[in-house]
């Protein structure tokens, strides 16, 4: 993809005010092997509350990259304003980057206002489904591996998120949709399914993260098949302006019940 509107460091699709207003809410990834927060995950919120869709609704296609990069920024901004110690997980959108040196320019001259160490930043990409030119995806996954940052690959084995997508992209961790996470305790398809990409992810040398997990049955299970790092509302909805409450205690007790002799048996 090329036509990149960036002229002596400024950029006339991605630079100006939005005509709404908009903040991000915090959602955990925990891994329960080691008991902890390993990520933050930005979600997009109205001001006051209102639902991501409220938001995403007004983005024309004349504002999708004013509105890629203004997520980028202002999710790094609250990060820091946070004291966030974590990775922190941001969303975006492949078809509102040009060229990836040139658009990555805002979020690295924010990391470096606030201190964010780029090391920290994992960029996951969302609606591939609207992406024509597939090596447009690679380079943009290449490049922002080389500068240092870390890609997801979000809403894995959903829709046109799915396998063939990894014969070209090599991302660095794979989000395992909720459709085949959900009752997975208790669903042999879908248990052979995920044991089937663990498999896949150890020799693609992808990490794994379970999305959508609701009950500690999915979580125990998950774990238990080598899917140790989890999202989901079962530990924590997303905080608005917030990293939420402290996880520790309840992740402690899981990992107990994960190594415990006496669950297993009864497992």
Known sequence: MSN??????????????????FT????PIVDLAHARITTYEALVRGVNGESAWSILSQVTEGLL???????????????????MQTDLSINFLPNAVYEPHACIQA??????????????LVFEITETERVSDRQHLTDIIDAYKSMGFKTALDDFGNGYANLDLLTDLAPDKLKIDREIVMNC?????RQ?????????GRELGISL??????????????????ITRQQGYFYARPAIDS???????RLLALREKLYSRADLADA
């Open 107 to 120: 979020t690295l001259e924010v990391s470096r206002r606030v201190g964010w160490p780029i090391n920290r």
């Open 65 to 83: 990259y004013r509105f890629d990069q203004a997520c980028r920024v202002k999710a790094i901004e609250m990060a820091s304003a946070l004291d």
């Open 209 to 226: 993260i379970a999305e959508g997990i609701e009950t500690e049955a999915e979580a125990l299970w998950l774990a238990r098949a080598g």
């Open 243 to 249: 990293l939420g409450e402290d996880l520790t205690p």
């Open 192 to 200: 052979a399914l995920l044991k089937a990409v663990v498999t896949l």
């Open 24 to 27: 991000m809410a915090f959602q």
């Open 185 to 189: 305790d208790r669903d042999p398809r």
């Open 4 to 21: 990149c509107a960036r002229v002596e460091g400024h950029c006339n699709r991605c630079e100006g005010e939005l005509p709404f207003e």
